[in-house]
């Protein structure tokens, strides 16, 4: 019914930037939250960035001043911009919409969750 589809995820050098894109298509009535979480081999999957439909952004410590988290309300579409990167923000990262759905009359709440993109930082 609600598909998240994330883009841009790839291999770069530390230090290097990368800009990660996330486009929610279907029955869509509204999107509340969206955000970004990543897990690495070993590790849960943590929150990376948050950010709700009024713009308010939420940021785990370890990427505050390097990664900015945006969105285009009119496109549904979620965006991560990561710059400094670092060998330690290897991971998969998934994109993640509080979304209401429309069912006819009737509109009801569901989360949604990319696929996930891979995103390997390493010289």
């Known amino acids: 019914q609600v598909q998240l589809v994330e883009s841009g995820g790839g291999l770069v050098q530390p230090g290097g930037s990368l800009r990660l894109s996330c486009a929610a298509s279907g029955n869509i009535f509204s999107i509340n939250a969206m955000g970004w979480y990543r897990q690495a081999p070993g590790n849960q999957r943590e929150l990376v960035a948050t950010i709700t439909s009024g713009g308010s952004t939420n940021y785990v410590d370890s990427v505050k001043g390097r990664f900015t988290i945006s969105r285009d309300n009119a496109k549904n579409t979620v965006f991560l911009e990561m710059n400094n990167l670092k060998p330690e923000d290897t991971a998969v990262y998934y994109c993640?919409?509080?979304?209401?759905?429309?069912?006819?009359?009737?509109?009801?709440?569901?989360?949604?969750w990319g696929q996930g993109t891979q995103v390997t930082v390493s010289s």
């Open positions: 993640n919409a509080d979304v209401l759905v429309r069912f006819g009359v009737i509109n009801y709440p569901t989360t949604s």
